[in-house]
């Protein structure tokens, strides 16, 4: 059974930093890609970031472009989310979602908690 805990949330004031974590575990496929999205009061899931197992490209949405840096470790199938310079307007809850690239497959987190008060 695919699991992915999260960590690492809380609150934090404009312009500092948090870091996230994920712990992935319970899959064998090799080629994937594992990242964050975010769901904020009365909007839509959004992604953030990901990044891929199999040459370590990274995507990130405009809006965090800069200011957030995903990585990896493949030891320990756990993927990091650093969020400087964070704003109000990045509280959310933040998933990891982990995708099987093959079969196109995907599970999610349970979440955490994301607050910047301005």
């Known amino acids: 059974e695919v699991q992915l805990v999260e960590s690492g949330g809380g609150l934090v004031q404009a312009g500092g930093s948090l870091r996230l974590s994920c712990a992935a575990s319970?899959?064998?496929?090799?080629?994937?890609?594992i990242g964050w999205f975010r769901q904020a009061p009365g909007k839509e899931r959004e992604g953030v970031s990901c990044?891929?197992?199999?040459?370590?490209?990274?995507y990130y949405a405009d809006s965090v472009k800069g200011r957030f840096t995903i990585s990896s470790d493949n030891a320990k199938n756990t993927v990091y989310l650093q969020m400087n310079s964070l704003t109000p307007e990045d509280t959310a809850v933040y998933y990891c979602r982990l995708e099987d690239l093959l079969r196109h497959s995907t599970w999610w987190g349970q979440g955490t908690q994301v607050t910047v008060s301005s």
């Open positions: 319970g899959f064998t496929f090799d080629d994937y890609a």
């Open positions: 990044i891929s197992s199999s040459d370590g490209s990274t």
